[in-house]
């Protein structure tokens, strides 16, 4: 059996295993094993409807089915529990998660503990004391605007079962505005690649309060938090909320804290750093 661990990555909103490949080619150039999963409904699984391409028929596109309506967070669970499974063969395992992604990890580890030998956020939703909602009318997300994105939605969620986003409009103030929040520190080409990867639907069920960290499962697991510098998603003053609440929790498993400078996105373009900071982590 290896001992050197393998690193699973759990993707965030709108992603799928596509965007962590120059992640995974850094960490095989450094020897390490990694694979990202596509949650039910991503990646090849997604739906990327006729009225998506161009020119686009907006209309059309509201109504269209989606194939994530009804995916439910225990199925994303369910998805990286069998991928730990079967990782878990072959040694340690490492659990990557990056913003949405880490009520996806939180979930896991709170079922399955004994399948991750660590557990890292890369500026990742950590739920503790608040359902992941709750905490957007708090006062660390004052400054991100909730109805930035209006504009880009299509279609009425509560009718398609699933949120779907026109990643592929060519509105100016649409495009700054997902810059702004995700990539600002791109340039407008990188940004437009990452955007293209994004598909146009998510589902809808981000957990509720019983789905927040529980101290006698996901506390036993050793974790890290990687704080993004420039994160205009999920700002600093959220991150680091949310480490002290676990902290809190757990204050005898407390996070090991690391920062890599840069946006929500930015890491993942540019990965070299992230890669030799999760290589380290696989020698503790």
């Known amino acids: 059996m290896h001992t050197a661990p393998t690193f699973?990555?759990?993707?965030?909103?709108?992603?799928?295993?596509f965007s962590f490949a120059p992640l995974g080619a850094e960490l095989a150039l450094l020897g390490h094993r990694s694979a990202a999963v596509d949650l039910p409904g991503h990646g090849f699984e997604a739906t990327y409807p006729a009225a998506y391409q161009a020119p686009q028929d907006l209309d059309a596109l509201a109504a269209e089915p989606g194939s994530i309506k009804g995916i439910t967070l225990a199925d994303n669970a369910a998805r990286v529990i069998d991928i730990l499974e079967r990782a878990k063969r072959n040694g340690p395992t490492v659990l990557v998660a990056h913003s949405r992604g880490g009520v996806t990890a939180t979930a896991v580890?709170?079922?399955?503990?004994?399948?991750?030998?660590?557990?890292?956020?890369?500026?990742?939703?950590?739920?503790?004391?608040l359902a992941v909602g709750d905490y957007y009318t708090q006062p660390e997300m004052a400054g991100v605007d909730p109805g930035a994105f209006a504009a880009t939605l299509v279609g009425d969620p509560g009718a398609l079962g699933l949120l779907r986003t026109n990643f592929r409009t060519a509105d100016p103030a649409a495009l700054a505005a997902f810059k702004r929040a995700f990539a600002a520190d791109?340039?407008?080409?990188?940004?437009?690649?990452?955007?293209?990867?994004?598909?146009?639907?998510?589902?809808?069920?981000?957990?509720?309060?019983?789905?927040?960290?529980?101290?006698?499962?996901?506390g036993r697991?050793?974790?890290?938090?990687?704080?993004?510098?420039?994160?205009?998603?999920?700002?600093l003053a959220v991150q680091d909320r949310m480490i002290r609440e676990a902290d809190?929790?757990?204050?005898?498993?407390?996070?090991?804290?690391?920062?890599?400078?840069?946006?929500?996105?930015?890491?993942?373009?540019h990965p070299r750093p992230a890669a030799e900071l999760l290589a380290d982590l696989a020698v503790r």
Do not use: K, M
């Open 8 to 17: 699973v990555f759990v993707h965030g909103a709108f992603a799928n295993s």
């Open 248 to 269: 809190a929790l757990t204050p005898d498993n407390p996070f090991d804290v690391r920062t890599l400078e840069g946006s929500h996105l930015g890491w993942l373009v």
């Open 221 to 235: 697991v050793p974790r890290t938090y990687v704080r993004l510098a420039a994160d205009a998603s999920l700002p």
């Open 109 to 129: 580890a709170n079922a399955r503990p004994e399948l991750i030998d660590r557990i890292v956020y890369v500026s990742a939703w950590c739920p503790v004391e």
């Open 186 to 218: 791109l340039t407008d080409d990188e940004f437009r690649v990452f955007l293209n990867t994004f598909q146009p639907d998510e589902n809808l069920d981000a957990g509720t309060s019983a789905d927040r960290a529980q101290a006698a499962s996901w």
